[in-house]
């Protein structure tokens, strides 16, 4: 009962269409019960929070490839041999049924954990799902991105949305009704752009697309994430490195419940007991995390357009060859540096000059504001703790998006999209 009421409750906000304004969902009827952002960010919803959704076994889902791989400058080096081809998966229907195209976020492939539970809520509401990797992925940039420098987002949704094109003439036999689109994170930034160009393009007519948690201004989201990993966390000194004070709480968790229990409730689990890790190691731990999908960024776009920045331009590579030393090098590089020492210099060549906040507008949701204003079709999901806004970026979604926007209290990033009031509220948007 209290489940239809906060359903009902959330559902009378979407449809109030006269009023204009955003959806702000009250943090008391609500019900997610994580109110640190941090923790939420890591430890996702409860299970028995969620909706109860098919296993892998009942889908009827495959991978597939692609032949995409553009013409640059450089051929790729023979340790790239496995993802050469791009790669996504589908899971079809046995009907006529609408397709969802999903966008994984940050450095993620198309079988991340959000983009899977995605695919699995979709499937059983009766939609045909293919599940795309992140622009940012290093299996997206080897294959299908034409610059493999990720980041100018006009840029990246040319190469998605020949990717959609391409999967499309691929699964033809696929009986679709119409197209929708979302995409999380980074993803859901990608969403928009890929939704404007087929303005244009018209390959799918999208009937309605879904911002998950989108960056607003890109640069600020970047700026947010690489300060989590500056955080001073206490006990971390010269002999004790982050790693080892996160083992050691593991450690001494598993063996006062006196089993090893890897599942979904663990995080949950572990951080209602007496090891549970402090804001700031939470924070450490994000930024970490997002450190490594920076440095993976970086090091692939190095390596395939010969820059020298981290990967000398004719070290001789091959399968056998041991990138770890390369690696540890890209570890050095935050987000920042990547944009800086990359994508910059790799788009003002591109388009004669320019300067960063030139930049920073076209690749952040500023760049499509007019179109995003008036696209009824389009809607977003956002979260008022969400570690990746900055000020004013609520505000500017507040203004374009209108009653097209629904802003949880609670959820940090991403970590509320497999509760059951937002999976609800998901598939109750595509259903109109």
């Known amino acids: ?50 909706p109860e959704l098919p296993t892998d076994d009942d889908i009827n889902q495959s991978d597939y490839s692609l ?77 299908a991105s034409r610059f493999a420098t990720p980041g100018v987002s006009k840029d990246d949704a040319e190469d998605m949305y020949r990717v959609m094109q391409a999967v499309r003439t691929q699964q033809s036999d696929v009986p679709v009704t119409e197209f929708y689109l979302t995409g999380y994170s980074l993803g859901a930034l990608d969403a928009a752009f890929v939704a404007h160009l087929d303005e244009t393009r018209h390959s799918f007519n999208f009937k309605r697309v879904l911002l998950l948690n989108p960056p607003v201004n890109l640069y600020t989201s970047i700026r947010n994430l690489d300060k989590l990993v500056q955080t001073q966390v206490k006990g971390i000194n010269s002999t004790t490195t982050f790693y080892e004070l996160v083992l050691g709480k593991l450690t001494r968790y598993f063996q006062q419940k006196g089993y090893i229990d890897l599942n979904d409730a663990l995080v949950y689990d572990f951080q209602n007991s007496k090891q549970h890790l402090s804001n700031e190691q939470m924070a450490m731990l994000i930024g970490t995390s997002f450190r490594f999908s920076a440095a993976d960024i970086a090091f692939t776009s190095d390596l395939i357009n010969r820059r020298g920045l981290i990967t000398p331009p004719k070290y001789p590579i091959s399968e056998g060859t041991s990138l770890t030393p390369f690696f540890k090098r890209a570890l050095q590089c935050d987000f920042t540096c990547y944009l800086t020492e990359q994508v910059i210099p790799m788009w003002r060549a591109r388009t004669d000059g320019g300067s960063l906040l030139q930049l920073i507008d076209q690749v952040s949701l500023y760049a499509l504001k007019d179109y995003l204003k008036t696209s009824t079709k389009i809607a977003v999901m956002h979260n008022a703790d969400d570690v990746i806004l900055g000020p004013g970026d609520l505000g500017f979604l507040r203004s374009t998006f209108g009653n097209r926007l629904t802003v949880y209290p609670h959820g940090g990033h991403c970590g509320n999209i497999n509760y059951r009031v937002n999976s609800d509220a998901m598939l109750e948007f595509f259903r109109g």
């Open 1 to 50: 009962m209290l489940r239809s009421l906060r359903f009902a409750a959330l559902l009378g906000g979407l449809i109030l269409s006269a009023s204009g304004q955003a959806r702000d969902v009250d943090a008391a009827t609500y019900g997610y019960p994580l109110t640190n952002p941090f923790e939420a960010t890591i430890a996702s919803t409860p299970p028995d929070l969620r």
């Open 67 to 143: 032949n995409l791989l553009p013409k640059r400058e450089f051929e790729l080096p023979d340790n790239f041999w496995a993802v050469k081809k791009f790669h996504y998966r589908l899971a079809r229907q046995d009907h006529p049924a609408p397709l969802i195209f999903l966008i994984a976020g940050t450095g993620a492939p198309y079988h991340s954990s959000i983009n899977e539970y995605l695919k699995k809520l979709y499937y059983k509401a009766g939609y045909h799902v293919v599940q795309l990797s992140s622009p940012t992925s290093y299996d997206f940039m080897t294959s």
